[in-house]
């Protein structure tokens, strides 16, 4: 097996879904002198950019998607002493919460993990997060852009004060503020003043590499 | 209805009974699922609507004589099981948290399992004030309600949703083990209230959002849900008990024929979200139930008055002429943070649209 085909087996292991299987696969990817960076990009990454494009087309669904997690995760014990941060986390930082007053977080935690696959560094703040946290969090960490969650519609009044927030303290042009949810709409992104409104955990992904 | 709207030609009490044994009615009625709304409105904390019988019993009965609803007072969570099992449930507490999380599982790995009982409905978590809540509906005189989850949300409310979609890939014994766990749990809840209250006014109201598609698919649905929903709903029928009002929340487009395999009663009623179209709920379910739903909730907390209105009269006119009949209804809770104009508007559409000749 040359090196190509075993990221081509790592890349297969995560989309098969197959937890049990990752770890070795990595190990004999690396055994077969594939570099480390290539094993995560193309095998690991790769692998989960094509479960998300499964989900997207209804293939996948949520159980598929945080399975997929735990097999990334399985398939990084190998890898990681390998990486510096950079690598893993090399696209920015993305500063992660649900607002203020809403407690979801199943959603959230999805686009964390499918940010982190995606190399990004991801600052998770939980739920029914403050907007001055958010903006002491975007300050410290200097992160590009802001994912905000909400499940409830009762919550437009706190996404409209977070993004306030951030804009008082004179921050709103160094960071871009996307909003996902199941109450959300592009229009309503728009209307509360956000650049940007990710239908599901993949298109937050999208979204967070064109802002980047 | 309001004062200077009302045409209503008969009581809520008397309607809703009219509906449910089939017989003509004078319009729609209106379900607005309205907890957290309901105690604002009358100025209680949220989280006494969920954790309070008195106050949650007088803010939903107020509110409804105010604005004219049909929808009695009920009591229930849509954390179901987690309490029941022995776990730790939070209720919201200031203006903006609306509705009770889970804090704590009680399973919380696989050994955990083993050691879990079949609660005594008796004493499980919230029942003692859901019996207590009861009681105050059966002096009112209206429906009898034991609101519980489908089998799936209090498996996920018992272990925890991520727990339980990971475990379906990896450990599915456990998964079915915990499902029929949940299901010999709500039999014995309502063979409790049977006991009780008698099957006359009782209304088993079954919420399921985690079996929405946005979570499982149709496949996994087939295999962990239907099986173990069919059957309680079979047993419960079987005790006597006439009518399930099934909210089956959220994006469940791809289960609607699974769904549709399900007993609800004769006739149940079948609550959609809004991302179901009415007419395929009457497709599935309105040849034998009672259509409910589907407003957006969204829209009724964010929308203009004049869009609720819309909104509500595209549903009315939607559902109207069910073959079993329709019931406005919220897609989901009513949030609790809706502009009073806005509701006061689905009971004008209703007002408008909603008489039968």
Same mark, same amino acid.
Not at chain 1, 102 to 125: Q, R, T, Y
Not at chain 2, 61 to 71: A, I
């Given at each position: 097996?040359?090196?190509h085909?075993?990221?081509?087996?790592?890349?297969?292991?995560?989309?098969?879904?197959?937890?049990?299987?990752?770890?070795?696969?990595?190990?004999?990817?690396?055994?077969?002198?594939?570099?480390?960076?290539?094993?995560?990009?193309?095998?690991?990454?790769?692998?989960?950019?094509?479960?998300?494009?499964?989900?997207?087309?209804?293939?996948?669904f949520?159980?598929?998607?945080?399975?997929?997690?735990e097999?990334?995760?399985?398939?990084?014990?190998?890898?990681?002493?390998l990486?510096?941060?950079?690598?893993?986390?090399?696209?920015?930082?993305?500063?992660?919460?649900?607002?203020?007053?809403?407690?979801?977080?199943?959603?959230?935690?999805?686009?964390?993990?499918?940010l982190?696959?995606?190399?990004?560094?991801?600052?998770?703040?939980?739920?029914?997060?403050?907007?001055?946290?958010?903006?002491?969090?975007?300050?410290?960490?200097?992160?590009?852009?802001?994912?905000?969650?909400?499940?409830?519609?009762?919550?437009?009044?706190s996404?409209?004060?977070?993004v306030?927030?951030?804009?008082?303290?004179?921050?709103?042009?160094?960071?871009?503020?996307?909003?996902?949810?199941?109450?959300?709409?592009?229009?309503?992104a728009?209307?509360?003043?956000?650049?940007?409104?990710?239908?599901?955990?993949?298109?937050?992904?999208?979204?967070?590499?064109?802002?980047i | 209805?309001?004062?200077?709207?009302?045409?209503?030609?008969?009581?809520?009490?008397?309607?809703?009974?009219?509906?449910?044994?089939?017989?003509?009615?004078?319009?729609?009625?209106?379900?607005?699922?309205?907890?957290?709304?309901?105690?604002?409105?009358?100025?209680?904390?949220?989280?006494?609507?969920?954790?309070?019988?008195?106050?949650s019993?007088?803010?939903?009965?107020?509110?409804?004589?105010?604005?004219g609803?049909?929808?009695?007072?009920?009591?229930?969570s849509?954390?179901?099981?987690?309490?029941?099992?022995?776990?730790?449930?939070e209720?919201?507490i200031?203006?903006?948290?609306?509705?009770?999380?889970?804090?704590?599982?009680?399973?919380?790995?696989?050994?955990?399992?083993?050691?879990?009982?079949?609660?005594?409905?008796?004493?499980?978590?919230?029942?003692?004030?859901?019996?207590?809540?009861?009681?105050?509906?059966?002096?009112?005189?209206?429906?009898i309600?034991?609101?519980?989850? #489908? &089998?799936?949300?209090?498996?996920g409310? %018992? $272990?925890?949703?991520? @727990?339980?979609? !990971?475990?379906?890939?990896?450990?599915?014994?456990?998964?079915?083990?915990?499902?029929?766990?949940?299901?010999?749990?709500?039999?014995?809840?309502?063979?409790?209230?049977?006991?009780?209250f008698?099957?006359?006014?009782?209304?088993?109201?079954?919420?399921?959002?985690?079996?929405?598609n946005?979570?499982?698919?149709?496949?996994h649905?087939?295999?962990?849900?239907?099986?173990?929903?069919?059957?309680?709903?079979?047993?419960?029928?079987?005790? #006597? &008990?006439?009518?399930?009002l099934?909210? %089956? $929340?959220?994006?469940? @487009?791809?289960? !609607?024929?699974?769904?549709?395999?399900?007993?609800?009663?004769?006739p149940?009623?079948?609550?959609?979200g809004?991302?179901?179209?009415?007419?395929d709920?009457?497709?599935?379910?309105?040849?034998?139930?009672?259509?409910?739903?589907?407003?957006d909730?969204?829209?009724?907390?964010?929308?203009?008055a004049?869009?609720?209105?819309?909104?509500?009269?595209?549903?009315?006119?939607?559902?109207?002429?069910?073959?079993?009949?329709?019931?406005?209804?919220?897609?989901?809770?009513?949030?609790?943070?809706?502009?009073?104009?806005?509701?006061?508007? !689905?009971?004008?559409?209703?007002?408008?649209?909603?008489?039968?000749?």
């Amino acid at each position: 097996m040359n090196e190509h085909e075993a990221i081509q087996g790592v890349l297969s292991t995560v989309v098969s879904l197959d937890i049990d299987g990752v770890a070795e696969q990595v190990s004999a990817a690396l055994k077969a002198g594939a570099d480390p960076r290539a094993v995560l990009n193309e095998g690991l990454s790769a692998g989960m950019r094509i479960v998300g494009e499964r989900f997207q087309s209804g293939e996948y669904f949520l159980t598929e998607l945080l399975l997929a997690g735990e097999v990334m995760k399985a398939g990084l014990v190998p890898l990681s002493p390998l990486l510096t941060n950079t690598d893993i986390q090399g696209k920015g930082t993305v500063v992660l919460a649900t607002v203020k007053g809403d407690i979801h977080d199943l959603g959230k935690n999805l686009v964390g993990m499918m940010l982190s696959a995606a190399g990004f560094e991801v600052i998770d703040l939980g739920s029914d997060v403050a907007p001055q946290r958010i903006v002491e969090t975007v300050r410290k960490s200097q992160a590009k852009i802001v994912a905000l969650s909400m499940l409830l519609s009762p919550m437009v009044v706190s996404l409209r004060s977070t993004v306030e927030e951030i804009t008082k303290a004179g921050l709103r042009d160094q960071v871009k503020v996307i909003v996902g949810g199941a109450c959300t709409t592009p229009g309503l992104a728009k209307e509360m003043g956000c650049d940007a409104h990710g239908e599901d955990a993949v298109a937050a992904v999208h979204l967070c590499e064109k802002f980047i | 209805m309001n004062k200077t709207d009302n045409k209503d030609k008969t009581t809520s009490i008397a309607r809703v009974g009219s509906l449910l044994n089939r017989k003509k009615i004078d319009r729609v009625p209106f379900f607005p699922f309205s907890l957290g709304f309901s105690a604002k409105n009358v100025g209680y904390p949220i989280g006494s609507v969920y954790s309070e019988c008195v106050r949650s019993f007088d803010a939903q009965l107020w509110t409804q004589q105010m604005y004219g609803h049909d929808q009695d007072p009920f009591f229930g969570s849509a954390v179901y099981g987690t309490s029941e099992f022995g776990g730790d449930v939070e209720f919201p507490i200031g203006d903006w948290i609306q509705s009770p999380r889970s804090i704590r599982y009680p399973v919380q790995s696989f050994e955990d399992i083993d050691k879990l009982g079949l609660p005594d409905p008796q004493s499980a978590g919230n029942l003692p004030k859901a019996l207590e809540f009861s009681k105050m509906q059966e002096s009112h005189g209206g429906l009898i309600s034991l609101v519980v989850g #489908g &089998v799936f949300t209090t498996a996920g409310n %018992i $272990c925890d949703i991520r @727990n339980l979609c !990971l475990w379906i890939a990896r450990e599915p014994e456990a998964v079915h083990r915990v499902v029929q766990l949940a299901a010999d749990h709500i039999l014995s809840a309502a063979r409790l209230w049977v006991k009780i209250f008698g099957t006359q006014r009782l209304l088993v109201q079954i919420w399921e959002p985690t079996a929405a598609n946005s979570i499982i698919s149709p496949r996994h649905f087939e295999k962990f849900v239907l099986p173990y929903q069919q059957k309680l709903h079979q047993e419960i029928l079987g005790l #006597g &008990v006439k009518h399930i009002l099934c909210h %089956i $929340c959220g994006e469940q @487009n791809k289960n !609607l024929p699974l769904w549709g395999q399900v007993p609800m009663g004769d006739p149940g009623i079948v609550s959609l979200g809004q991302q179901v179209n009415l007419a395929d709920g009457i497709k599935y379910f309105g040849a034998k139930n009672i259509i409910a739903g589907n407003l957006d909730t969204s829209l009724v907390a964010g929308g203009t008055a004049n869009e609720v209105y819309e909104a509500a009269k595209k549903c009315i006119l939607a559902g109207k002429d069910a073959p079993n009949g329709y019931i406005l209804m919220t897609a989901c809770e009513t949030p609790s943070q809706t502009p009073p104009y806005n509701f006061y508007m !689905l009971t004008k559409a209703i007002n408008d649209f909603g008489f039968y000749d």
